[in-house]
């Protein structure tokens, strides 16, 4: 009784039950009792095939059939939304707080859109906390709630945001956002302590290329543990540094600690306060 009593959850598209489109015509088909299809035969239009549904409903079902007159009407009105209930106040005001936030969210993510990104724009949609270097959402901002964290890790060890239609270094988006002003053509924004995820005001320095690269620490691939110094055949060793992309000779020494003593100096003097010996 259920299982013949049921509108069918997605209806055909002819607006009637049992009742297909095919090349040809409209064709009806049926379940028997034995769960079993039947083909009603194909007919020139749907009411033709949907009275043809009828008269096999009532052979197979009898006084059981729940066919109607209509059979299950138009498409539109065969899944019928519930009746609304009374908006109390509270659903209300919250209706009304939406749209505010709505009205006033839309223009800046227009905004931050733009080529290149406006500081208006920047500091509208999120909050940059100088002393944790963490930049914040304010408003709901491609698919994340407002009030949480933005940005993701790279590879890098750098933080980026997206924004627009690219992504952005968290550090160089703090230096814009404290100075109104991107760093100048040709200069980089320097980590200070050598780590790329700490962007807090303080560790952040405008430094050029060479500057930036003599800021680094140790690599893990020197043998020897100490910057600039490398073992030479013959037991001597040899001082480098680079400086404005070129490798500069600095001697062979007979010890390590000595040609280390010489990179330092040559550190110092080349690249003063963003020297990093070690």
Known sequence: RNQINRHTKRPPASGYRGVYKNGIGWFSRIAGPDGKREYLGTFPTKEEASAAYQDAMERHWGALSPFRPDPLGPLDQRHRQPESRP???????????????????????????????????LIAAFRYDPDTGAFVRLICYRGKSRNTRAGSIARDGREYIGIGYGKHAAHRLAWFYMTGEWPPAGMEVDHINCDNSDNSWRNLRVANRSQNNANTRLRNLNRIGLKGVRWRPGGKYEANIHYRRKLIYLGLFATPDDAYEAYCRAAQRLFGEFARPS
């Open 87 to 121: 908006i109390t106040i509270e659903q209300s005001k919250a209706a009304r707080a939406r749209e505010t936030r709505r009205a006033y969210e839309t223009p800046i993510r227009e905004a931050l859109l733009k080529t290149p990104l406006e500081h208006a724009a």
